[in-house]
């Protein structure tokens, strides 16, 4: 089996495959302060609650856009699990061609997602990724990286409204009973998701027009159902997206 893992701004995805079929999977929240004999011991426990071991991984393969837990992670794979991972970066075969500036900048995430909708799903695209940012990445009909757009994510924005004012609440993001809201909490819930929606809708029309009709869009990431079943220009939700990407990558570099 093969263990990939996301470590993202907000949470932590984790998810076992055999062969290309995805197994167990976990999302944890992403905690800075934890050391790696805490997210080894947790890894085990994760394992051990699937009837797995460390026995049973023939190989890690991870993407981190937080320098200081790669380190910890990276300790922690070695440690608890006997295992060097494969970490996505500058030296690492992935099958993309990067067209940014400087090509280093762009999150491993989002060459996982772009991997894994080059073997899977095939391009033109865009890749609206719902996590701590909304990103929108353009995927080539070759499979390159072109670059994309990055919005901030709604579940900060929704933080933002809480922290900034003196009398709105913290709300939980779900879908308000109709689009006027009628109180405080259903107002905002109005606002951050059908405004979200008109976000992507409005993004996704603009990317439309530069990388042709035919491009496919692909969303991901934690809020993924939330917004992208509220609209009909999504042409897949793959909540699992990157990870597929990091197994495709796993495979390349073997």
């Known amino acids: 089996m093969i263990l990939t893992i ?3 701004n907000t949470n932590i995805t984790l998810g076992m495959y055999t062969g290309l079929e995805l197994g167990p999977r976990w ?3 992403t905690d800075h302060q934890r050391m790696p004999d805490e ?4 890894i085990l426990g994760l394992l051990s609650h699937t009837n797995n071991s460390p026995e049973d991984i023939q190989g890690i393969c991870m993407a981190s856009v937080v320098p200081p837990l790669t380190s ?3 300790e922690a794979c070695q440690r608890y699990l006997g295992q060097e991972p494969l970490v996505v970066d500058a030296g690492v075969k992935t099958g993309v061609r990067i067209h940014y500036e400087p090509p280093r900048s762009v999150g491993a995430d989002r060459i996982a997602d ?5 073997h899977f799903y095939g391009g033109p695209a865009c890749v609206v990724d719902f996590g701590t940012a909304t990103t929108f990445n353009a995927i080539s009909k070759d499979g390159d990286y072109l670059g994309g757009a990055i919005a901030p994510g709604i579940g900060i924005a929704s933080e933002a409204l809480f922290e900034r004012t003196a009398k709105l609440p913290r709300i939980d993001l779900k879908r308000p009973p109709s689009v006027i809201g009628r109180n405080t909490p259903h107002a905002m819930q109005s606002g951050m998701l059908f405004g979200y929606v008109g976000l992507v809708e409005g993004m996704v029309a603009r990317f439309r027009e530069e990388l042709g009709p035919e491009m496919k869009v692909i969303a991901t990431g934690g809020f993924a159902k939330t917004v992208a079943g509220e609209t009909d220009f999504v042409d897949t939700i793959d909540t699992w997206l990157t990870l597929n990407g990091l197994r495709v990558i796993w495979d390349l570099n073997q």
């Open 27 to 29: 999302r944890l929240a």
């Open 39 to 42: 997210y080894g011991v947790q």
């Open 6 to 8: 996301d470590i993202g």
């Open 114 to 118: 772009a991997a894994a909708v080059q």
């Open 72 to 74: 910890k992670f990276e």
